[in-house]
């Protein structure tokens, strides 16, 4: 008896056979602001089209410090990758899009993104990095707009996992916000520039 007893001690330090640990859940989406958001003034299409296979899972994938890459098991996701980046994006597109007035309200027939994300990456008390390239294109009567960008939203991290989603966040609403403003301009007929996010 005292041998089995021992036995599952050992276990237990070495793999946690005997003892159970619970997971961690997070969401890309940020803590909504006080006041509802208004109506957006321009309908938009956001399409998510590519995600690395790396990171295309539910528990949390960070860099460590010997360049060796960790799988967290016990820190994860709410929903699936694709689908939290295409919330946390289309809410905070949505939030910046809402006060935009464009020279044609009435003419605009679309604004679509499609958004390819190449790296979803991060490292604890170091950083929280997004890299995407994204395709804008809006249609109206009086002109056609078609523009191809590249961001890369770069975000310190102080902390451990919590701080990283905190980063992840940050990086997405970076990002919204790069593409809202090629948004803006285009629907005002300025020239459609990229802007790298840092």
């Not at 890459?69 to 994860?76: K, V, Y």
């Not at 390819?116 to 995407?132: D, G, I, K, M, T």
């Not at 701080?163 to 992840?168: A, Q």
Request: glycine share 6%; hydrophobic share 40%.
């Amino acid at each position: 008896m005292k041998h089995g007893r021992w036995t599952c001690i050992v276990i237990s330090t070495l793999s946690g056979g005997c003892v159970s640990t619970s997971a961690h859940y997070y969401t890309l989406m940020s803590e909504p602001e006080r006041s509802a958001a208004a109506t957006v003034a321009v309908p938009f299409r956001l399409e998510i089209d590519s995600i690395p296979a790396q990171v295309d899972r539910s528990e949390l994938v960070i860099r460590l410090l010997d360049g060796r890459m960790a799988i967290i098991d016990s820190e994860r996701w709410i929903a699936p990758v694709g689908d939290e980046l295409q919330n946390a994006l289309s809410a905070e597109l949505l939030r910046r899009l809402a006060a935009v007035s464009p020279a044609e309200p009435t003419g605009l027939r679309s604004l679509t993104i499609r958004l390819n994300l190449e790296r979803f990456e991060s490292s604890p008390y170091r950083y929280a990095l997004v890299e995407a390239s994204w395709h804008l294109a809006l249609k109206s009567p009086a002109r056609n707009v078609s523009v191809m960008c590249r961001s890369r939203a770069y975000e310190q991290v102080t902390g451990g996992y919590p701080d990283i989603v905190r980063g992840y966040q940050r990086a997405v609403a970076a990002l919204a916000s790069e593409i809202a403003t090629v948004a803006q301009e285009s629907m005002r007929g300025l020239p459609a520039e990229c802007r790298g996010t840092t």
